[in-house]
């Protein structure tokens, strides 16, 4: 498949690309020192974390820029968003899919996490050469990222991008680590394999939606065994939506360095231990918020998937679904003291015909989410967030089309 040539993908920031690149030059020219001396020039681009472990600013993209790990702790971040949620624990063989690997810190982790007599295959995709190149200028967080750096240095190495082998760490025989250098749009159709964990560790949604999207999700589901489980540290509408609608069940990740969870999905229900919050599930069953990034051919540019997205936004927003602007869903079945915003509220539900907050339909849609039946309809509540998602799209859609006869 070919991905578009104007494809800009979001990587490290710019000075230390240059500053790789400018190293791999060097060694290519037999320059021994190269590395220590772009170690010592990198050293005002990596921020030190919390934990110790060190990060890189993104490169502007849209003006728009950030850090890939969260200050509170790189590799601690790594534990607790991607490797303890996995259920790793207890398995002889495990595989992991781990994109955008970046610096190597979820795989690292893994390796650290995981039993010594363990089968262990880590499938790396990092589009951005110099940013994996990077690791190699980091000291040791934990011990296993000795490990990643030997991989990381062999597989430049042997394509020619390095001039030397410097790390002495060998990989253990019960280690195989797999590294692709490519889009994972790319990468991920070609595979042929099930994974026991897929870590999903792009930058946000927003900044990098074509690995968001719903025909990325449909991907992914079919590389999962049957206990697989994708994590991922985004909390947004528009992924977790994809993820439903992609056949995935969902709930909500650990807390760690943010207000909200991550997200976990996979297609079993025995695996999700922690449900959305009733207001996500509203706000992405219901609200124009929960529209998914689409990339149908998966080859489309961020700007292409960020504006269709915001297309169909307007598209369903007031006729297909509440507008999201002010959280419309989550004040259906609700007492609204405020004049101002319920006024607001209820224009957004007489657009898509129903007649109040607290109307009979209003409490049709939304019940769903209740123990015991609030519309008459005597169902119970369904025990899962991605059920609920559902039958509360399909309440809606139905009410609509009921009020259009």
Do not use: W
């Not at 597989?155 to 990989?171: A, C, M, P, S, V």
């Not at 449900?275 to 529209?291: F, H, K, Q």
């Not at 004040?331 to 915003?341: A, F, M």
């Not at 339909?361 to 123990?371: G, N, R, S, T, V």
Request: charged share 30%; proline share 3%.
């Amino acid at each position: 498949m070919k991905i578009k040539n104007d494809y800009q993908a979001l990587t490290a920031i710019d000075g230390a690309i240059k500053l790789v690149r400018e190293c791999f030059v060097e060694e290519k020219k037999g320059n021994k020192e190269a590395r220590n001396k772009t170690k010592n020039l990198l050293k005002e681009y990596f921020i030190e974390t919390a934990d110790g472990s060190y990060t890189l600013k993104s490169n502007n993209v849209n003006d728009m820029s950030e850090t890939m790990h969260t200050h509170h702790g790189a590799i601690t971040e790594s534990m607790e968003k991607f490797i303890k949620p996995a259920k790793l624990e207890g398995k002889k063989k495990v595989k992991i899919l781990d994109i955008c690997s970046g610096l190597g810190y979820n795989a690292a982790s893994c390796i650290e996490f995981l039993d010594e007599d363990v089968d262990i295959e880590i499938d790396m995709i990092e589009i951005s050469k110099e940013t994996l190149a990077s690791s190699l200028f980091i000291e040791n967080p934990i011990k296993s990222y000795g490990i990643i750096k030997s991989a990381v240095e062999n597989r430049l190495y042997e394509d020619g991008t390095l001039g030397f082998r410097f790390n002495k760490e060998e990989i253990p025989d019960k280690i195989a680590i797999n590294i692709y250098l490519s889009d994972a749009r790319y990468v991920i159709k070609e595979i042929d394999k099930k994974y026991d964990a897929v870590f999903l560790d792009p930058f946000s949604p927003l900044k990098s939606p074509e690995l968001y999207t719903l025909e990325f999700f449909l991907i992914l589901r079919n590389l999962l065994k049957d206990d697989g489980i994708v994590l991922t540290y985004t909390s947004a509408a528009p992924v977790r939506s994809a993820m439903v609608r992609a056949g995935l069940y969902v709930g909500e990740g650990p807390l760690f360095g943010r207000k909200t969870g991550g997200t976990v999905a996979s297609k079993v229900l025995e695996v999700i231990e922690k449900s959305l919050p009733d207001n996500d599930e509203r706000m992405i069953a219901l609200s124009d918020a929960g529209v998914p990034f689409r990339d149908p051919e998966l080859n489309e540019s961020s700007d292409e998937i960020r504006k269709r997205r915001e297309d169909e936004r307007k598209f369903v927003r007031g006729t297909k679904k509440f507008a999201s602007t002010v959280k419309t869903p989550v004040y259906l079945g609700k007492d609204v003291n405020d004049p101002r915003l319920e006024r607001r509220l209820l224009r957004n539900v007489n657009a898509l015909g129903i007649d109040g907050l607290k109307s009979k339909e209003a409490h049709y849609i939304i019940c769903p989410q209740f123990d015991e039946c609030v519309c008459g309809c005597k169902s119970l509540k369904l025990d899962n967030s991605s059920c609920r998602i559902n039958e509360m799209m399909k309440r809606l859609a139905n009410i609509i089309e009921e009020n259009k006869l």
